[in-house]
């Protein structure tokens, strides 16, 4: 028994490690791919991901006896734990051939690099093919996984385990009852917030500078990482040690770039405080995407758009950037940060706008997965809800439904994690303060030792100990609630409204 | 037959996709890696080398029975070529047990990120029990392996088909017989070149500028290519479409990067002029080492320090760096950068002395595989006769023996093809000549389309379609001689030191 869980962890150690190259491959792609080499990585990175599956499948004749002794409680509460996660993508692998993981791989290795062009050209039509493949594919890979009532479940899934497309429904509309009339008053609020005076000149290197300055600062460590340079920022773990994460450079405007460094930085938290001794098995993991957004989140809206937040930085700011920023007060400058106001672009949506972003993406994904639309008309759907929620007409594409790298990287799905975090950053934020008093105190002296090690001993160094639904229920004592996210919108902009 | 031989290369195009993972792997490790990502970065690598070797031997079932028929002469001659030359490495895969080849990759690995630390620090003591495992694993491959007379061969053998150490040996020595005496007769020229007129302050940013110029100038396409830095500059290719190369700069002295640029360019136009067709078989792969060097020289040296090439390029460096350029003329500078000096560092070298360092790593790394030396004795070893043939005492084995990347990669065997492609560069360079009167007239011109053309057709676009010695007959009408590249240097340096 001990010798056959020690032959199988030795097995999972490998595909961990095999697995780190096609991130390696990912990354690649995406900060420094030379035109022309699209084509050739797409095969490569089809080519690797078959291996990767194969290697799964082949931990076969060990798991199996292993998931008999986990039926039968023989397992000790470790070992339980990572025979289950194993099982649990076993088993989805098991049900999706070799070759229609690498079709996929390669379907959407090519429709990105399409994506990327059809984005820059705003032309949806060059771009549709692909999506049209990609969703074709999905609703396979949903049959092949099997689901109950709805396809998009299965791919759901995948993203968050044990979430429905039921249950969201339910939290997104809540929060679309909640958002739509706060909107309204934030429109109606006698009080205008005027962004511009955010805006000039900032050379790029000295921004470079400024973001690795925040990054360290948060306890991001560039001796295990990286930030450089790409389309949508995004983060990556090769190994605790090697966890790099991309920012994008507005010339015109820091906050593009430095938002979405503590965003990713957030999520390279989280990456490096997985323990180094359990890489290779699921302790060594993540829980899952909503729980790596509420750290992402938590560090970029509920920290790094607060008063106590600026009240350190924006003297280094302003030390960095005397222009235009030396004349404006730190009260003018947290209203301009969190100026409400709805606008095209998901990434740039200020906090209370984003989740409509997303109810809208989950409604279409939704549909389209389930076959009710099609993607051909995805343009129309996309500008018509968008009218109806946000009270704007979309020029055009690439301020509409190009704008997101999500579908073209066949992750549907994906979308309503980003919703998930946000209310779970509410809720953990709110037990970080109940545990440590001082919290905001410390931030605004800069010291983000105490809650980054907070989050360290809650949440990131137990892996996959926990699912979410534990992890949530153990941190802040209860399970998962809207309250804490809506309380936190309705005190903050009500506060800076005046409503 | 047929299909038995469509699927042999369908197979052969996976691995070889698979392959260019492992190198995207070492690119980034040499290009990006944080420091505390090395040791996982091993691991990833060990792993995906292993796969890649049981990937290899897997063809075995389609490779045989095809073996079979080249032996009983039954293949057409492209199916020949391939299976000739599959045969080659799978042959050698077998030897190779999956679990030592897992383990080389580990130990390089580990052992190159201990000597970068090591050379920083002149540490020799902190290196060599890497290196002595190394040299260990290196004799087990040749034992593994098989070889006539000499260990040595085995690995000269998988970076030169064919070539064995005892032909090199000649060659060596005729060549240290011509350089000894040849370097004396220019110390005691009357002519004294200084090298210190190339020397100012040059602004990094403004040499990527100028190296990309020129990169450019020659042909590179860097649209399916990237230029960037790392210690030991070095070319790789992932496909003929995504073709990387590095270099390295020095603010006080542009010519180490812009001579690694045209050096490493010269590699990356051979892999560029690669027919993208034949990717994933022999024919979409340089024929060997040699002859990929004698691309980068060809470039480096007959063209990049010869007084037509200046012609051209010279007022555009001085337009680039007025400072110290301006004030020098093109007879000064042609002199200063042809200066022959003895000196440490071996990829820093002037092309006289250039080869001396080859013979001198040669016999030592010789003589260490065949066990008549021992790691331990390196220092002392490589400074007495570095003394005894460039007349000069080692300051420190940063100068020294720690000053090359290759041992620590397991690369024993691999230097001698650096004297071979100065061979192969002069007797190509000729031949070309012959076949394009004007060609120093087209130089002078900034004009290197009708060479690149020449270079494409007579030696990129076969692939492995020849053998080394194959091709030196077709391309120049004679076996390989060394009396082109001693001509060459009596002719340029007679007329520089006025002999």
Redesign the interface.
Known sequence: MTDLFLQFKEKLI?LY??S???A??HW?REV??????V???A??T???A??LHE?LLSIKPFLLPLKSNLDDGKLDEEASIIVREVWREFEKAEKLSTDFVKELARVTSEAHATWAEARTKSDFAKFAPHLHKIVELKREEAKLLGYKDSPYNALLDTFEPYATAEEMSITLEELKDFLIPFIQKIKNSSVKVDRNILKGEFPIEEQVKFNRFVAEKMGY??????IDVSTHPFTIQ??P??V?FTTRYDKADVFPALMATIHEAGHALYEQGILVEN?GTPFGESISLGIHESQSRSWENLIGRSKPFWTYLYPELQKEFPEPFAETSLDNFYRALNCVEPSFIRVEADEVTYNLHIILRFEIEKELVEGSIEVDDLPKIWNDKFKEYFGLEVPDDSLGVLQDVHWSGGSIGYFPTYTLGNLYSAQFYSASKRDIPDLEEQIAKGEFTDFLQWLRKNIHIHGKLYTARDLVMNVTGEPLKSKYFIDYLKKKYSEIYKL
Do not use: C, I, W
């Open positions: 490998e490690y095999l780190s190259a096609l390696v491959l690649d420094n791919m030379p035109k022309k080499g084509l050739a990585r095969q490569t089809a080519a690797l078959g291996v290697k460590d560039l001796g295990a990482g990286r090769f190994h040690q090697d790099r890489f």
